[in-house]
Nanobody, 123 residues
Framework: QVQLVESGGGLVEAGGSLRLACAVSGRGLSNHAMAWFRQGPGKEREFVAGANWAGGNTKYADSVEGRFSISRDYVESEFYLQMDDLKPEDTAMYLC????????????????WGQGTQVTVSS
């Protein structure tokens, strides 16, 4: 059974950077869709960035376009979210997710979830 475990969260000042990692155990996800979502206090879970690796395409939320980047390592055991120029409004619990089929930006399209890693950006 596939499991996802996030790491790399923490406290950073505005303008700083963090790199989140999502370790994949179990079956590989080489042809699956992977994504990062976030959920702030009292807010709904929202899409941040995603990739359908088989098609080679990536997508980003407008709020992070140009600042965040999703990638994976060549052995497909981890995927990452590089976050630059962080802003206080980026503060949230960040969760990685995967789907066994092509997926978009909706929470309901993803069936495999990690537990999350907290990112806090101070002003």
């Amino acid at each position: 059974q596939v499991q996802l475990v996030e790491s790399g969260g923490g406290l950073v000042e505005a303008g700083g950077s963090l790199r989140l990692a999502c370790a994949v155990s179990g079956r590989g996800l080489s042809n699956h869709a992977m994504a990062w979502f976030r959920q702030g206090p009292g807010k709904e879970r929202e899409f941040v960035a995603g990739a359908n690796w088989a098609g080679g395409n990536t997508k980003y939320a407008d709020s992070v376009e140009g600042r965040f980047s999703i990638s994976r390592d060549y052995v497909e055991s981890e995927f990452y979210l590089q976050m630059d120029d962080l802003k206080p409004e980026d503060t949230a619990m960040y969760l990685c997710a995967a789907s066994t089929v092509w997926a978009g930006t909706a929470v309901s399209e993803y069936t495999i979830w990690g537990q999350g890693t907290q990112v806090t950006v101070s002003s």
